[in-house]
């Protein structure tokens, strides 16, 4: 069974458009995060939740926003998608800071 | 904010050689992991240091924390293709800062 998995894997989309990403981990861990890895590969986290709570926003525009149902699953919708926002997103899970699992990473392309 | 620089940033070498890539740290940090990425896939945990000094090896991979902790090196002997891939370090902290990476590709 995957520990994190994300879908979708790939997302091409034209800008202006709203998407959204879905993360769900069967760790039992109580932290979520949100990772953009940009072109030159640098990974910077964007969002942190424990336990359904925000805990981390790290200066990311309001066009993107979270969403944690349960301590499970962790989702990202974008607004507005820009040409800028093209990155692979990652999601990861880890119990109180410790070891992180990520996911495989969705690719999104705006066109 | 803590920053992790990696060096080098590139590294490209023959199977069969040894190597070290570094973690430096602008301040001390209490623990710092380092994780590989393969392409298409997410990082993966290869090791958490915490102690000054310490040394941890897994397989071919010699892991050092530097005394002063705000250094980590992470040396492979005799490569091979499989090590290829993007090595992060981390802090180990609620935020997982990574640092900058290096993406070592290793040719047959």
């Known amino acids: 069974d995957t520990a994190v998995s994300q879908t979708p894997k790939y997302l091409v989309t034209q800008m202006g458009n709203d998407k959204s990403i879905k993360c769900e981990q069967n760790l039992g861990h109580d932290t979520m995060y949100w990772y953009k890895q940009d072109s030159k590969k640098f990974l910077k986290i964007m969002f942190s939740?424990?336990?359904?709570?925000?805990?981390i926003n790290e200066t990311v525009p309001n066009r993107f926003s979270p969403k944690s149902p349960d301590k499970a699953h962790l989702n990202l919708h974008i607004n507005s998608l820009e040409l800028g926002d093209s990155a692979v997103y990652f999601c990861a899970s880890s119990q109180k800071g410790t070891v992180a699992f990520f996911g495989q990473g969705t690719r999104l392309t705006v066109v | 904010t803590q920053l992790l620089e990696q060096s080098p940033q590139f590294l490209s070498i023959q199977e069969g050689e040894n190597l070290t890539v570094y973690c430096n740290s602008s301040?001390?940090?209490?623990?710092l992991q380092w994780y590989r990425q393969e392409p298409g896939e997410g990082p993966v945990l290869l090791v958490t240091v915490v102690t000054g000094g310490e040394v941890k090896k897994l397989k071919r991979l010699t892991f050092q924390f530097g005394d002063a902790r705000k250094d980590s090196s992470l040396h492979i002997t005799a490569a091979q293709p499989g090590d290829t891939g993007l090595y992060l370090c981390?802090?180990?902290?609620?935020?997982?800062?990574f640092g900058t990476g290096t993406r070592l590709t290793i040719i047959p």
């Open positions: 301040s001390v940090f209490s623990s």
């Open positions: 981390a802090l180990g902290n609620e935020k997982l800062t």
């Open positions: 939740y424990n336990n359904k709570e925000l805990i």
